[in-house]
């Protein structure tokens, strides 16, 4: 089911939960240079977001986005069980269902921001025939991303699965874009070259921050580093500056990883910490 729906300025921001999914077996699977002691006091503060097994536990959220009479998608999930994140986690996404739950069709959708190329956030641009899911929809992904899905033999996969059935629908973005009034794409590279993050304007402002981070214990500790970071470097500066941006303007957050898809990041001991919305 939908995880709830908030308003943002003129905007509605409702949160889709595609899966939720272990991340391997171990936390070092996920966090290879991050000593496995080190997740202590995180495990006791945010339990929900591990594993049995010791492992982080990932919801994977999607996003819909209606303002100034748009319908926004922002990141498509893991996809149909044929899709390489959905195998990868061994999980399908429930898109569709989700926002068929909360009336909306996949022909209605308008823009698709695709925040970067890990396939659990681009898994779903196709259905299970292989034929663009939205299919009415421009999609906006970072330049430098499509051109590493489109040219790289690494991502092979993935570009026939989720790359090549959108390529007459997508919209290579290189700096800011705005999709509809109050709503803006800005670039965060870092965890991929072509790595891009949303704006929705209001009293607070929202920030769909994509994977800056994938669990809230990286708001702490910015130099912690995933797997999935292409730049680690570019990757904690990033971190650093856009969750330190979110604490001092008091922007609501939404992540697409934590276990609460909605909050604020505020100070606790003298560091930053996850404080989910009520």
Known sequence: MPHGAIRVGGAEVVAL??????????????????????????????PDAFAPSGTLRLHVHCHLVRAGGRTILVDTGLGPSSAPGARFFGVAGSLLAELASVGVGPGEVDVVVLTHHHFDHIGGTADED???????????????????????????????????????????????????????????????????????????????????????AQLQEPEWCSEGDADPAAASAARRAWFGRAAAEGLTVATPHFSEPFGRVGAEDGAQAWLPLE
Do not use: M
Not at 146 to 155: G, I, K, N, Q, Y
Not at 182 to 193: C, F, L, N, S
């Open 130 to 216: 292989g034929a663009p899911a939205f299919p009415n929809a421009r999609h906006l992904i970072g330049w430098a991303d499509w051109e590493v899905l489109s040219r790289d033999p690494a991502h092979a996969e993935k570009w026939e699965r989720s790359g090549r059935p959108i390529a007459d629908l997508v919209e290579r973005t290189d700096g800011e874009r705005g999709p509809a009034a109050g709503v803006t794409v800005v670039p965060a590279p870092g965890h991929t070259p072509g790595h891009q993050v949303v704006i929705v304007d209001g009293e607070p402002s929202l920030l769909l921050s994509a994977d800056l981070a994938i669990t809230a």
């Open 17 to 46: 939960c595609d899966a939720v999914a272990d991340y391997g077996n171990s936390i070092t699977d996920p966090f290879p240079t991050v000593p496995a002691e080190a997740w202590a006091p995180y495990r006791e503060r945010y």
